[in-house]
């Protein structure tokens, strides 16, 4: 993929924004092999999710890189005016540790909806990352880090 890899190329599913996890990336299969390229994202075995969570008023895409035989689980959030693709170093450094990675853009970052920097309440980044973490549902019985 070239530098012009814009929120665009999600058409495929920013049009319905389907629920975490969906199966609906299988429809944009070439967009998200086209990311991980971008991003050099190395799956090392894990399967790759997607799919949006709604907390109140927020609507934010959660992604998920989980191993067959993960050690642990991990949430991964980027930084201010950033977006999820950003941390591919952590994402790919933990994979390679076992450790299956799941992150999300905060609102109005990447894929997820709402202006950037605009949130109601600071709370609402704790209401966001519970929404995640019930969907994500990782492993009872493994950490979570």
Same mark, same amino acid.
């Given at each position: 993929?070239?530098?012009?890899?814009?929120?665009?190329?999600?058409?495929?599913?920013?049009?319905?924004?389907?629920?975490?996890?969906?199966?609906?990336?299988?429809?944009?299969?070439?967009?998200? $092999?086209?990311?991980?390229?971008? &991003?050099?994202? +190395? /799956?090392? *075995?894990?399967?790759? =999710? %997607? @799919?949006?969570?709604?907390?109140?008023?927020?609507?934010?895409?959660?992604?998920?890189?989980?191993?067959?035989?993960?050690?642990?689980?991990?949430?991964?959030?980027?930084?201010?005016?950033?977006?999820?693709?950003?941390?591919?170093?952590?994402?790919?450094?933990?994979? $390679?540790?076992?450790?299956?990675? &799941?992150?999300? +853009? /905060?609102? *109005?970052?990447?894929? =997820? %909806? @709402?202006?950037?920097?605009?949130?109601?309440?600071?709370?609402?980044?704790?209401?966001?990352?519970?929404?995640?973490?019930?969907?994500?549902?990782?492993?009872?019985?493994?950490?979570?880090?």
């Amino acid at each position: 993929m070239t530098a012009n890899f814009s929120r665009s190329d999600f058409d495929c599913l920013l049009q319905t924004q389907p629920a975490y996890p969906s199966p609906q990336m299988v429809d944009c299969a070439k967009t998200f $092999a086209a990311y991980r390229e971008f &991003y050099q994202i +190395d /799956l090392q *075995g894990a399967t790759h =999710s %997607g @799919g949006w969570v709604t907390s109140d008023e927020y609507s934010v895409f959660v992604q998920g890189f989980k191993l067959p035989n993960q050690l642990a689980s991990a949430l991964v959030i980027h930084g201010y005016q950033e977006q999820a693709g950003i941390m591919s170093l952590i994402i790919n450094h933990l994979l $390679a540790k076992g450790i299956s990675v &799941y992150t999300y +853009d /905060l609102p *109005g970052h990447g894929l =997820s %909806g @709402g202006e950037p920097g605009k949130i109601t309440e600071f709370e609402d980044y704790g209401k966001i990352t519970r929404a995640v973490l019930t969907s994500i549902s990782p492993a009872d019985d493994l950490p979570l880090i």
